[in-house]
């Protein structure tokens, strides 16, 4: 399996709600990776997990909390979204954190925040 | 801190011709250079990387070029065809110290038939 999964694909939530935002891998790789892309920007890190551990948080508001059950998943929980955060929130993996490697990145959940 | 200049920004070539899109990163630590290309309402998806301990790399009409001196690397396409049509990031990353994984600011090639 080569791949990166992610669900939901779509996601429309109110400021006051609580979602999740699930990824997995099953390419046996211990590096972890949640990034936010707006329209017609790069991609932009928020979170790294090596080794099911957290190990590069950019500054990310708390109402981002991720979490690694295993070394397969990795959640994304929000609560008390504003409309600006409103992006599409992609995953990715990599064999290892601080090796010259590539990241393979998941399709993607489009949260719109109402 | 830290950043990657692309350019151009957007290209628009003819189907055949060939593309070139260029960056230019500040960290001289930088030791991995990855290409991505993301299709509208799809993922980042790699095409091709190089490390810093070569110059030049190629896979069928995809190839990457590396200055280390100048801090500059360059995508070329040759060959263009119409699937070509995408958004293109760089990055450049190190792994020693301070983990880091750049982006350029994305190139949006147009391929018209």
């Known amino acids: 399996d080569t791949e990166v999964t992610q669900t939901p694909k779509h996601l429309v939530m109110g400021m006051t709600n609580k979602k999740s935002l699930k990824c997995e891998q099953h390419?046996?790789?211990?590096?972890m990776y949640w990034y936010k892309q707006k329209a017609k920007k790069p991609p932009e890190l928020m979170f790294v997990?090596?080794?099911?551990?957290?190990?590069i948080n950019e500054s990310v508001p708390s109402r981002f909390s991720p979490e690694c059950p295993n070394s397969s998943l990795l959640n994304l929980h929000l609560h008390a979204l504003q409309p600006e955060d409103s992006a599409l929130y992609l995953c990715?993996?990599?064999?290892?954190?601080?090796?010259?490697?590539?990241?393979?990145f998941g399709p993607g959940t489009r949260l719109t925040v109402l | 801190g830290e950043n990657v200049e692309q350019h151009p920004s957007t290209l628009s070539v003819q189907e055949g011709d060939s593309a070139v899109i260029k960056c230019t990163y500040s960290?001289?630590?930088?030791?991995?250079f990855p290409w991505y290309k993301q299709e509208l309402g799809k993922r980042p998806q790699l095409i091709i990387d190089?490390?810093?301990?070569?110059g030049e790399k190629k896979d069928q009409r995809i190839a990457v070029t590396l200055n280390k001196t100048a801090k500059h690397f360059s995508l070329h396409i040759t060959e263009t065809q119409p699937e070509d049509s995408a958004v293109y990031f760089c990055a450049a990353s190190r792994t020693s110290g301070t983990y880091k994984y750049i982006f350029g600011t994305g190139t949006r090639l147009k391929v018209l038939a």
């Open positions: 997990y090596s080794y099911e551990k957290l190990s």
């Open positions: 390419m046996g790789h211990r590096a």
């Open positions: 960290d001289s630590a930088s030791n991995y």
């Open positions: 990715a993996s990599s064999q290892e954190l601080a090796v010259a490697v590539a990241q393979y």
């Open positions: 190089i490390r810093s301990n070569v």
